[in-house]
Every structure is written in structure tokens, then in C-alpha cells.
């Protein structure tokens, strides 16, 4: 059963875009991957109390976490329904990774829904260029098939399985792999979205140092070829990119020029930038040291605990329809995940969240470097560093997508309890 309901919240999870295009609430679908969810985390429950055996890594950290969140909201002056809506948005998710180690789920379930997740994000190539002969490349918000409102979804999403592309070409160097990432980058393209450029290379040179790191010791020149051509393509993509996307070049259309110091300023302008007059915050920059600023100024609680968990909930069931907007004046930058925990939880809430996702992650690098798995899981491996590595990206620099928007989320959670209970069985098989 278990198998089943995460295929199931998988697929529509991918598809809220395609199910709201048919007239369904975007409410009803994400209520309705909720209540999955719910079921997932009941099933884990009933399995443990079955058992008297429970699996949960991080177990300090996400207690703390709830410890601080329940503070928070007895701290504010937020109700009990932004309390549920913030647990909805956030801490759901998180359970749903805890229930994933306690359901049962077979070796060969697991591999079939890695391999569903692969199948779910090629379907966005097709879907992109559906959207671009049909919809037109200009409306950013429609994302493949996973959404019809969140234009931030088209950089952050095909960040996913480019990852798992550059691990898998650093295995193998099958450059089929190169050809696919052009693709996706491609999705980021047809949306209008430069920021894919930036995060891909930074992305490609950090996994292929990660991936030196740990193969250095083999005493062949394969891996300097590799790194080169890695090194190579990875300059093809930014020259085209850069020369194909009229917002990158000077000229400002397709097939302009390749001008570092225009793209620099570009990009500075964007991240700084001041959208309305008297609004602060519009700049991914600026936002977080805002927030900040509102928290000191209404005391020391505050700053440690937030406004309350919900305050700035955008939710029908609420009265603002912008809260960080229209109650603390915050405007275009506020959607960085950071600004999002900071308002809420306050520092403590922040830094323990912070903390429970860099635990993740450094479990996962102590997994690589000990190179305990098969090559083929190692490649799992190096994909969920990547994966962290954009959670990172997206909570400080982008969006919160990666907290928010469920089929993202998700994929997130289940390739890091995939890599987990992968090493968890290894270790139990040579006890």
C-alpha cells in the first residue's frame, strides 16, 4: 500500500499544472496531495506501533524544530488556523521524509520509483516545448506540467535532473547526459529565466569537485579527461546561453554578443532591483537583512522567535491576500525561503532548520567519501549532495520552491531517504 500512495503523490504532484489547466482548484489538488500525504504518515505510524520500531535520523534536530515552532506560536499573536496552515506548508513535508523510513517498501519499489521521477521530469521537456509552440515562451509561470503559477519553478526545477545527469555523465561519460541537460536548461530558457545559467555552472564545476575529491586516488588519466570535457561543455552551454537569451546580452536579442561585464551588472541590478516606490525588500538581496530590521524592531522576542508561525501565510482562509506586503512592507524579495522562516520562526526557528537540511547534506558527503555503495548508487549519492546543494541555492538566493512546491519537495525528501536506507540496509546486511 505504501508503494502505491507515493506513486500516486508523485504523479499528481507533477501534474497540479495540467489538473488546474482542466478547471481544478489549485486548492482542491494541493489538499488532495495533502490528505496522500496524511494517509503515507499514518500508515508509518500504524507500522511502528505494529513493530515497536521506529527510524527517524536527525531526531534532536526535528524535535527542536517542533519545540520551537509550537514557541513561536504561544509567543505571537498568531490563531491556531495560521499554525495549521504554516504546518501544512512546511512541516508536512518533512514528516512525510520520517514516514517514508518507517512504511515498507522493497528494494525494487524504491528503484521503480527513482526511475518514476526520472520519467516525470522528462515529460517537462516535451511539455515545455508544447508551451513554447503553443502558449508562447513569454508566460514564466506555466512550468511543464507541475504549474501554472510559479514562474520560479522554471529555474529550480530543471536544476533537479540536471544534477542527476552531471552525476551520472562524471560516471560514465555518456554524453547523451550533456545533451539532455541543453534540454532542460531549455525549460529555464522558454520561461525567460537567466538565473539557470548561473546555478547549472556553479552546480557542474561543484559536483565535479566533489566527485575529484573522491576518485583522485585512481591512478589513470580518465578523470582529468573527464573533468576537461565536463570543463568544456560547461563553457558551450554559458556561451550559448548567454548568446541565445536576449535579457543576457547587450544587443538584446537572439544571438547578441557574450559581454561578461554587461551580464555582471545584469545580474547585480536584478538582485538589487526596486520595483515599487516606498517598498522595501523588492531585491532578492536586500530582503533578508529587511526582515531582520522588522524583527529588532519589535524586540528581542521577535528576533528569536518570529511573528508566529502562519503570520505570513498567503492563504483564501486569511485576510491578506499579501501579508509580507501589506502588513511589514516587504515586497518582491520576501518570496526567498529564508525571509519566509526568519518572519515566522525568529533566528532560533531559522538556524535549527538551517541546521536539520546541513545534517543532510553531511551525512551525505561522509557516505560518498567512504565509497561504500554500488557504482549506481553512488551516482543516487552524488545527485542528493546536488540536491542539497540547491536547496541551499533556492532557501538563500532564489525562492522557496524547494520548501513549497510539492512535487520538488518531495523528490528532495525521497532521494535522501532513498540514499539513507540504502546505507541503513548495507550496514545491517554486514552485521
Known sequence: MGYNLIVLIFIISFSKGVLELTGIQETMIQLGIEA????????????????????IPALISIIFIFITTFLSYILTDVNYLQFLLYFRKLLLYILFFYALFNIKITQTQKEKLISLLMILFIIQIPAALIKLFVLGGTLEKIVGT???????????MPLFPIVYLISHYL?????????????FIGIGLISNKL????????????????????????????????????????LIIFSLFVSLNPRANPEHKVGGSIDIEYLQAFVEDYQTLDLKSGVEGDGRFDAPFVAFDRLYSAGVTNILFGFGPGEIIQSSFLRYKNPLLEKYN??????????????QVGLIGLLLFTYFHFYLLKEMFILYKLDVL?????????????FSLIFFIDFFSYSSEIIHSPGIALTYYFTIYYIFSEYREREVSNV
Do not use: C
Open 146 to 156: 507541475m504549474s501554472v503559477m510559479e514562474g520560479s519553478l522554471a529555474t529550480i
Open 36 to 55: 496522500l500525504i496524511l494517509f503515507t504518515i499514518l500508515l508509518a505510524i500504524s507500522n511502528i506501533l505494529r513493530n515497536s520500531k521506529l527510524i
Open 195 to 234: 538565473g539557470i545559467l548561473f546555478y547549472v555552472i556553479g552546480l557542474f564545476a561543484l559536483l565535479s569537485y566533489f566527485y575529484a575529491r573522491t576518485h583522485l586516488f585512481i591512478p589513470n588519466f580518465r578523470l582529468i579527461k573527464k573533468l576537461i570535457i565536463s570543463t568544456f561543455y560547461t
Open 330 to 343: 516587504i515586497g518582491y524579495g520576501g518570496r526567498l525561503g529564508v525571509v519566509w522562516i526568519l518572519m
Open 171 to 183: 560516471e560514465y561519460k555518456d554524453n547523451k547526459d550533456m545533451f539532455l541537460v541543453v534540454l
Open 374 to 386: 554500488t557504482q549506481g548508487e553512488n551516482i543516487i549519492l552524488l545527485t542528493g549532495i546536488g
